[in-house]
């Protein structure tokens, strides 16, 4: 069953929220003969708009990587609030399982003066006969003037007004906001229920966003994963939820 634990710290760069992301994906690969070349595993790993300083990094080994939609302008991964752009890396000399480590920093997004992020579950892939249901629990910390909170699921397919409050619990930390959020998915051919979605956060800003270092560090325990399979000169892909350690 894979199981998420995924942790955020946001605060304000130049009066922009920033998040940055340090990622840690134990992987256990079930069926190696369906997405492993000769050891190798390509992979296709969606950034939120304005992604920088991106780093993969496979055990001690950081690995190159390229902008996939620039040879696939059209395969974006589409969330519900905008399509993302890819990156495309092969991890080497990978066997039943690895950590891989992915580093990146991005803005929040702004929406009618209101801040949001989406953490892109994308956790239909990975669900099976064999790991039928998936348990995902998000700590958020930001600065405590954060005000009007809300929590949803969202869809990829969906509009703002079809997004779903879900519960979360809330306490402080000094000037710390800290917010907890639990999502549970099953498998849909099997509970017959739709997945729910990606996670979104909202909330507005009491007063200036305050002017401190940002720094994020997801991590993504994902205890069985199942490689999904997309192409890319005509060679499978492992395609990742965030995504994993993250």
């Known amino acids: ?4 634990h995924v942790n955020y710290n946001i605060t304000g760069i130049n009066g922009t929220l920033w998040a940055e992301i340090d990622g840690n994906y134990p992987i256990y690969l079930q069926d190696q003969s369906d997405c492993v070349f000769d050891g190798e595993l390509p992979m296709v790993y969606p950034m939120p708009p304005g992604s920088t300083d991106i780093h993969v990094t496979l055990g001690d080994q950081e690995l190159s990587w390229i902008n996939y939609n620039l040879s696939y302008p059209d395969a974006l991964h589409q969330t519900a609030i905008g399509g993302w752009w890819e990156i495309y890396s092969v991890l080497p000399n990978v066997s039943g399982s690895f950590v891989l480590k992915i580093h990146y920093e991005h803005p929040l997004e702004t929406i009618n003066d209101s801040y949001l992020f989406l953490y892109d579950l994308n956790i239909s892939p990975y669900l099976s006969g ?4 998936s348990t995902a629990y998000f700590t958020v910390r930001m600065d405590a003037n954060a005000t009007d909170l809300h929590v949803y699921t969202a869809p990829p ?6 997004w779903k409050p879900i519960n979360y619990t809330a306490t402080t930390e000094g000037t710390t906001k800290v917010v907890s959020v639990e999502m549970y998915s099953e498998n849909p051919e099997v ?3 739709p997945l729910p979605g990606d996670l979104v956060v909202e909330f507005s800003v009491a007063d200036q966003v305050p002017e401190l270092p940002a720094w994020i560090i997801p991590v993504l325990a994902v205890s069985v994963l199942v490689a999904a399979l ?7 892909v492992f395609q990742f939820a965030v995504e994993g350690n993250i």
């Open 130 to 133: 064999q790991s039928g249901n």
């Open 157 to 162: 397919d969906s509009v703002a007004s079809q």
């Open 191 to 193: 509970s017959g229920k």
């Open 230 to 236: 997309v192409s890319v000169k005509n060679r499978p």
């Open 1 to 4: 069953m894979p199981i998420e």
